[in-house]
Structure formats: structure tokens, C-alpha cells
């Protein structure tokens, strides 16, 4: 139980475009969910956070409207990357958490996005 | 203070050798701990989980941890090379928040 999808898990795009990333939670109902994003040879960085059928919540220094998110149901948030550029490129990981453990977060398989 | 530290490593130990691997945390009221594992160029996933002082045993990984020192640590006994990864301390405190430590780099080396 408790698994996590991420769709796609790798996208090349060209600069200025919008790139969706969908995460969802495929057995259990994620109460909130998260989106990272990881630098090679870098440590996580939490982005945001979100909750259903609510705004959400952006770690300082995340532009709000290049990142938008939606977390319309309690198995689906989207991430889009509008107006991509080069310094974009990066592994973007959602998680979930509101599974078995509440506190617990499941992580998805992750997104490589390349923005060429 | 960061929420949670951990020492980033690198960390060595030869094969069946016991890998030790700490976080200290800043939180007092935080309740739950957790180890995830992260591959090179993989989203990280969980270990263990722990909420009451003293150990938890799962296979070859044990966790501890200590309230009243506020750290927890994780230790990997019979390491085998598989284990070569990132270890993720993670520690939310009570509210919606996560924090993860930057994580310790292992390798086994066989």
C-alpha cells in the first residue's frame, strides 16, 4: 500500500514553455501533499505544500506564479512549470502523506525535467 | 538552528561492517521520526518509522531514538555495497511542516 505515481517521469521541453506534472496517490487518500525539488548532488527543497480543495502553501523564495499548483482531489496535485527556462531543469519529487501512518510521507518516482 | 541536522558525510564502512548514521533535531514537540533511503538519481524511499524513546528493529536496521537528547540514529548492521545511498532524517514537527536533514551519504565498501 501507500504508492505514489508521478506522471511523466522525464520531460524535455523548449525555453518558454509549460510543463504539468501529475502526482498521485494511487491507494490511499493524501490529506496533504508535497512537491521538491532536488539539484544533482543537492539535498531535497520543499517547495510547497498542499492540501485539498485549499491554496497552497509556498516555501520562501518559490515564485507562486512560475510554480503553480493544484491539488483538486484527494489523490491528484499537479505541479506546472510555466514559462520554463534552462536554470528550471532540475528532478522535481511529489509526495503524499494521509496513508496508513498520518504523518508518514510516501514519495513518488520523480520528474526530470530538462528545459533545453 | 536548522530543524534537523545530520552529519552529510561521506561515510565509509567496509562490508558487514555496522553503519552508524545520526540526526539531531530542534523540535521538542515533534512526536514521529523517519529514515528514508535516496539512490543516486532516485526519490527517496522509506525505512523506518519510529515514535517511542529506545529501539525499533526491522531486519538490519535498528532505530533509536531519545527524546529528552533529541536525536535519533539509525544503524545498518551486515551492511552490504545495496546500501551505498543517501540516509534522509526526517522529522515533522506538529502541524503541516516536514522537514528532512540534507542527508548522510553511505558507501559500503565491499
Known amino acids: 500500500g501507500a504508492v505514489v505515481s508521478q506522471h511523466p517521469s522525464r520531460v524535455i521541453c523548449k525555453s518558454g514553455t509549460s510543463v504539468k506534472i501529475e502526482c498521485r496517490s494511487l491507494?490511499?487518500?493524501?490529506?496533504?501533499m508535497f512537491w521538491y525539488r532536488q539539484f544533482p548532488k543537492q539535498s531535497l527543497m520543499l517547495m510547497a505544500t498542499?492540501?485539498?480543495?485549499?491554496?497552497?502553501?509556498?516555501e520562501q523564495g518559490v515564485e507562486k506564479d512560475k510554480f503553480l499548483i493544484n491539488h483538486a482531489s484527494l489523490t491528484l496535485s499537479t505541479l506546472t512549470v510555466t514559462s520554463a527556462h534552462p536554470e528550471d531543469s532540475s528532478f522535481y519529487i511529489c509526495?503524499?502523506?494521509?496513508?496508513?501512518?498520518?504523518?508518514?510521507?510516501?514519495f513518488g518516482p520523480g520528474t526530470r525535467l530538462t528545459v533545453l | 538552528q536548522k530543524e534537523v541536522e545530520q552529519n552529510s558525510g561521506p561515510l565509509s564502512v567496509p562490508e558487514g561492517a555496522i553503519a552508524s548514521l545520526n540526526c539531531t533535531y530542534s523540535?521538542?514537540?515533534?512526536?514521529?521520526f523517519f529514515w528514508y533511503r535516496q539512490y543516486s538519481g532516485k526519490s527517496p524511499e522509506l525505512i523506518m518509522s519510529?515514535?517511542?524513546?529506545g529501539d525499533k528493529e526491522d531486519g538490519r536496521f535498528t532505530a533509536q531514538l531519545n527524546k529528552a537528547s533529541q536525536y535519533v540514529s539509525l544503524l545498518i548492521r551486515d551492511s552490504q555495497p545495496s546500501d551505498s545511498a543517501t540516509y534522509l532524517c526526517?522529522?515533522?514537527?506538529?502541524?503541516?511542516?516536514?522537514?528532512f536533514g540534507t542527508g548522510t551519504s553511505l558507501t559500503v565498501i565491499p
Open positions: 509526495s503524499a502523506r494521509g496513508g496508513s501512518g498520518t504523518d508518514t510521507q510516501y
Open positions: 491507494d490511499f487518500q493524501a490529506t496533504t
Open positions: 498542499s492540501n485539498e480543495g485549499s491554496k497552497a502553501t509556498y
Open positions: 523540535d521538542r514537540g515533534s512526536q514521529s
Open positions: 519510529i515514535y517511542s524513546n
Open positions: 526526517a522529522v515533522p514537527p506538529p502541524g503541516n511542516q516536514f522537514y
